[in-house]
Protein backbone atom coordinates (compact mmCIF):
# COMPACT_ATOMS: atom_id res chain seq x y z
CA UNK A 1 0.00 0.00 0.00
CA UNK A 2 1.44 3.21 -0.75
CA UNK A 3 2.15 6.58 1.68
CA UNK A 4 -0.64 8.31 0.42
CA UNK A 5 -3.17 5.13 0.47
CA UNK A 6 -2.03 4.43 3.86
CA UNK A 7 -2.68 8.28 5.24
CA UNK A 8 -6.60 7.59 3.63
CA UNK A 9 -7.00 4.81 5.67
CA UNK A 10 -5.58 5.63 8.80
CA UNK A 11 -7.77 9.20 8.25
CA UNK A 12 -10.78 7.29 7.39
CA UNK A 13 -10.23 4.73 10.33
CA UNK A 14 -9.54 7.33 12.68
CA UNK A 15 -13.17 9.24 11.95
CA UNK A 16 -14.52 5.44 12.43
CA UNK A 17 -12.92 5.43 16.15
CA UNK A 18 -14.82 8.83 16.60
CA UNK A 19 -18.06 8.23 14.96
CA UNK A 20 -18.86 4.57 14.97
CA UNK A 21 -16.92 2.46 17.89
CA UNK A 22 -18.25 5.49 20.51
CA UNK A 23 -19.52 3.16 24.24
CA UNK A 24 -19.06 0.06 22.81
CA UNK A 25 -16.12 -1.76 20.39
CA UNK A 26 -17.15 -5.02 19.74
CA UNK A 27 -16.02 -7.19 16.98
CA UNK A 28 -19.03 -6.80 14.65
CA UNK A 29 -18.80 -3.27 14.72
CA UNK A 30 -14.81 -3.65 13.51
CA UNK A 31 -15.61 -6.46 11.78
CA UNK A 32 -18.54 -3.37 9.55
CA UNK A 33 -15.69 -0.69 9.37
CA UNK A 34 -13.05 -2.66 7.79
CA UNK A 35 -15.90 -4.51 5.47
CA UNK A 36 -17.35 -0.65 4.52
CA UNK A 37 -13.11 0.24 3.98
CA UNK A 38 -12.78 -2.79 1.24
CA UNK A 39 -15.78 -1.71 -0.03
CA UNK A 40 -14.69 1.44 -0.75
CA UNK A 41 -11.30 0.73 -2.07
CA UNK A 42 -9.25 1.33 0.68
CA UNK A 43 -8.27 -1.91 1.14
CA UNK A 44 -6.75 -3.26 -1.84
CA UNK A 45 -6.26 -7.22 -2.72
CA UNK A 46 -2.45 -8.77 -0.96
CA UNK A 47 -2.93 -5.31 1.65
CA UNK A 48 -1.11 -7.18 5.13
CA UNK A 49 -3.55 -5.64 7.87
CA UNK A 50 -1.25 -5.13 10.99
CA UNK A 51 -2.83 -5.68 14.42
CA UNK A 52 -0.72 -2.62 16.18
CA UNK A 53 -1.66 -0.74 13.52
CA UNK A 54 -5.37 -1.07 13.16
CA UNK A 55 -5.91 -1.59 16.83
CA UNK A 56 -4.30 1.91 17.41
CA UNK A 57 -5.79 3.70 14.92
CA UNK A 58 -9.65 1.86 15.99
CA UNK A 59 -8.80 2.09 19.79
CA UNK A 60 -9.48 -1.83 20.57
CA UNK A 61 -7.68 -4.76 22.42
CA UNK A 62 -5.92 -7.34 19.98
CA UNK A 63 -8.51 -10.20 20.82
CA UNK A 64 -11.30 -7.73 19.37
CA UNK A 65 -9.47 -7.22 16.39
CA UNK A 66 -8.42 -10.58 15.65
CA UNK A 67 -12.48 -11.87 16.50
CA UNK A 68 -12.86 -9.19 13.56
CA UNK A 69 -10.55 -10.63 11.23
CA UNK A 70 -12.31 -13.97 11.94
CA UNK A 71 -15.44 -12.51 10.76
CA UNK A 72 -14.18 -11.35 7.94
CA UNK A 73 -12.17 -14.32 6.92
CA UNK A 74 -15.58 -16.96 6.86
CA UNK A 75 -16.77 -13.59 4.59
CA UNK A 76 -14.30 -14.43 2.22
CA UNK A 77 -12.53 -10.98 2.55
CA UNK A 78 -9.88 -11.79 4.09
CA UNK A 79 -6.91 -14.97 4.11
CA UNK A 80 -4.75 -15.56 7.84
CA UNK A 81 -1.20 -16.81 6.17
CA UNK A 82 0.47 -18.77 8.66
CA UNK A 83 3.44 -17.13 10.03
CA UNK A 84 2.66 -14.15 7.84
CA UNK A 85 -0.29 -12.91 9.19
CA UNK A 86 -3.79 -11.10 7.69
CA UNK A 87 -4.19 -9.89 4.55
CA UNK A 88 -6.98 -8.68 2.32
CA UNK A 89 -8.07 -11.68 -0.51
CA UNK A 90 -7.45 -12.22 -3.92
CA UNK A 91 -10.08 -12.91 -5.46
CA UNK A 92 -9.83 -15.64 -8.51
CA UNK A 93 -11.70 -15.50 -11.79
CA UNK A 94 -13.60 -18.61 -10.68
CA UNK A 95 -15.21 -16.60 -7.60
CA UNK A 96 -15.77 -13.31 -9.66
CA UNK A 97 -18.13 -15.35 -12.23
CA UNK A 98 -19.74 -17.02 -9.05
CA UNK A 99 -20.14 -13.45 -7.61
CA UNK A 100 -21.60 -12.03 -10.45
CA UNK A 101 -24.15 -14.98 -10.75
CA UNK A 102 -25.20 -14.79 -7.22
CA UNK A 103 -25.59 -10.56 -7.80
CA UNK A 104 -27.60 -11.75 -11.05
CA UNK A 105 -30.29 -14.44 -8.55
CA UNK A 106 -30.10 -11.30 -6.18
CA UNK A 107 -30.74 -8.06 -7.73
CA UNK A 108 -33.14 -9.12 -10.25
CA UNK A 109 -35.21 -10.66 -7.75
CA UNK A 110 -35.15 -7.63 -5.89
CA UNK A 111 -36.49 -5.52 -8.88
CA UNK A 112 -39.21 -7.77 -9.19
CA UNK A 113 -40.38 -5.92 -6.13
CA UNK A 114 -40.55 -2.62 -7.75
CA UNK A 115 -44.50 -2.42 -8.01
CA UNK A 116 -44.79 -2.72 -4.21
CA UNK A 117 -41.23 -0.84 -2.73
CA UNK A 118 -41.36 2.25 -0.47
CA UNK A 119 -40.65 5.74 -2.59
CA UNK A 120 -38.19 6.38 0.13
CA UNK A 121 -35.52 3.12 -1.71
CA UNK A 122 -36.49 4.83 -5.35
CA UNK A 123 -34.95 8.37 -3.36
CA UNK A 124 -32.02 6.21 -2.07
CA UNK A 125 -31.08 4.71 -5.67
CA UNK A 126 -31.65 8.28 -6.94
CA UNK A 127 -28.88 9.96 -4.25
CA UNK A 128 -26.65 6.99 -5.09
CA UNK A 129 -26.63 7.63 -8.93
CA UNK A 130 -25.87 11.64 -8.08
CA UNK A 131 -23.49 10.38 -6.00
CA UNK A 132 -21.61 8.94 -8.57
CA UNK A 133 -22.37 11.99 -10.89
CA UNK A 134 -20.61 14.30 -8.15
CA UNK A 135 -17.61 11.80 -8.23
CA UNK A 136 -16.97 11.75 -11.73
CA UNK A 137 -17.02 15.67 -12.07
CA UNK A 138 -13.98 15.94 -9.94
CA UNK A 139 -12.53 12.68 -11.63
CA UNK A 140 -12.71 10.64 -8.17
CA UNK A 141 -13.05 7.54 -9.97
CA UNK A 142 -12.87 4.96 -7.13
CA UNK A 143 -15.53 7.02 -5.81
CA UNK A 144 -17.53 6.45 -8.44
CA UNK A 145 -17.31 2.79 -7.94
CA UNK A 146 -17.81 3.15 -4.40
CA UNK A 147 -21.63 4.84 -5.49
CA UNK A 148 -22.29 2.42 -8.11
CA UNK A 149 -21.62 -0.35 -4.98
CA UNK A 150 -24.45 2.15 -3.26
CA UNK A 151 -26.49 2.35 -6.05
CA UNK A 152 -27.27 -1.77 -6.69
CA UNK A 153 -27.22 -2.23 -2.56
CA UNK A 154 -30.08 0.49 -2.88
CA UNK A 155 -31.48 -1.95 -5.18
CA UNK A 156 -31.71 -4.98 -3.43
CA UNK A 157 -33.44 -2.82 -0.86
CA UNK A 158 -36.14 -2.99 -3.21
CA UNK A 159 -36.93 -6.02 -1.74
CA UNK A 160 -37.54 -4.99 1.63
CA UNK A 161 -35.68 -7.73 3.10
CA UNK A 162 -32.90 -6.82 6.12
CA UNK A 163 -31.61 -10.17 5.54
CA UNK A 164 -30.98 -9.99 1.47
CA UNK A 165 -29.44 -6.16 2.25
CA UNK A 166 -27.02 -7.60 4.43
CA UNK A 167 -26.26 -10.29 2.47
CA UNK A 168 -25.97 -8.18 -0.63
CA UNK A 169 -23.34 -5.90 1.99
CA UNK A 170 -21.01 -8.67 1.83
CA UNK A 171 -21.20 -9.80 -1.87
CA UNK A 172 -20.54 -6.00 -3.26
CA UNK A 173 -17.29 -6.18 -0.63
CA UNK A 174 -16.14 -8.97 -2.01
CA UNK A 175 -16.83 -7.59 -5.45
CA UNK A 176 -14.98 -4.41 -4.52
CA UNK A 177 -11.99 -7.01 -4.38
CA UNK A 178 -12.86 -8.08 -7.83
CA UNK A 179 -12.45 -4.27 -9.02
CA UNK A 180 -9.05 -4.10 -8.19
CA UNK A 181 -8.44 -6.11 -11.64
CA UNK A 182 -9.40 -3.26 -13.75
CA UNK A 183 -6.14 -1.12 -14.87
CA UNK A 184 -7.89 2.01 -15.52
CA UNK A 185 -10.98 2.77 -12.72
CA UNK A 186 -12.47 5.63 -15.18
CA UNK A 187 -12.69 3.49 -18.19
CA UNK A 188 -14.78 0.71 -16.20
CA UNK A 189 -16.78 3.22 -14.53
CA UNK A 190 -17.41 5.83 -16.34
CA UNK A 191 -20.14 4.30 -19.11
CA UNK A 192 -21.98 3.05 -15.72
CA UNK A 193 -23.12 6.28 -15.03
CA UNK A 194 -25.52 6.68 -18.00
CA UNK A 195 -26.57 3.01 -17.70
CA UNK A 196 -27.52 3.76 -13.62
CA UNK A 197 -29.30 6.96 -15.26
CA UNK A 198 -31.16 4.56 -17.23
CA UNK A 199 -31.95 2.45 -15.26
CA UNK A 200 -33.22 4.56 -12.62
CA UNK A 201 -35.56 6.04 -14.99
CA UNK A 202 -37.26 2.93 -15.52
CA UNK A 203 -37.17 1.81 -12.00
CA UNK A 204 -39.03 5.52 -11.20
CA UNK A 205 -41.52 4.22 -13.86
CA UNK A 206 -42.23 1.43 -11.92
CA UNK A 207 -41.77 -0.98 -14.81
CA UNK A 208 -39.92 -4.08 -13.05
CA UNK A 209 -39.80 -6.28 -16.39
CA UNK A 210 -37.82 -3.19 -18.18
CA UNK A 211 -35.94 -2.99 -15.60
CA UNK A 212 -35.26 -6.88 -14.98
CA UNK A 213 -33.98 -7.45 -18.74
CA UNK A 214 -31.89 -3.99 -18.10
CA UNK A 215 -30.21 -5.23 -15.26
CA UNK A 216 -29.68 -8.85 -16.45
CA UNK A 217 -27.62 -7.21 -19.77
CA UNK A 218 -25.29 -4.45 -17.65
CA UNK A 219 -24.75 -7.31 -15.09
CA UNK A 220 -23.37 -9.55 -17.70
CA UNK A 221 -21.78 -6.41 -19.54
CA UNK A 222 -19.39 -5.55 -16.36
CA UNK A 223 -18.97 -9.33 -15.97
CA UNK A 224 -17.51 -9.55 -19.27
CA UNK A 225 -15.29 -6.78 -18.59
CA UNK A 226 -13.83 -8.19 -15.69
CA UNK A 227 -13.19 -11.44 -17.22
CA UNK A 228 -11.36 -9.58 -20.08
CA UNK A 229 -9.23 -8.31 -17.48
CA UNK A 230 -8.28 -11.33 -15.36
CA UNK A 231 -6.84 -13.50 -18.82
CA UNK A 232 -3.82 -10.80 -18.93
CA UNK A 233 -3.11 -10.85 -15.24
CA UNK A 234 -3.35 -14.08 -15.11
CA UNK A 235 -0.81 -14.89 -18.43
CA UNK A 236 1.98 -12.40 -17.05
CA UNK A 237 1.28 -14.26 -13.65
CA UNK A 238 1.97 -17.43 -15.48
CA UNK A 239 -0.65 -19.41 -13.92
CA UNK A 240 -4.14 -19.48 -12.49
CA UNK A 241 -4.78 -16.44 -10.01
CA UNK A 242 -5.40 -17.19 -6.20
CA UNK A 243 -8.59 -18.38 -4.95
Known amino acids: MSTDALGALTAALGKDRELLLGRSSTAERVAGILRDRIMEGLLPPGTRLSEEALGGALGVSRNTLREAFRLLAHEKLLDHELNRGVFVRTVSQENAVDLYRVRGFIETAAVRSLPTAPDSV ?122
Open 122 to 243: LQALSAAAEEGERAAEESRWADVGTANMHFHQAIVALSCSPRLEDFMQQVLAELRLVFHVMEDPRTFHEPYLRRNRKMLAVLQARDAAAAEQILKEYLTDAENEIISAYKPAKAAAGGPNPS
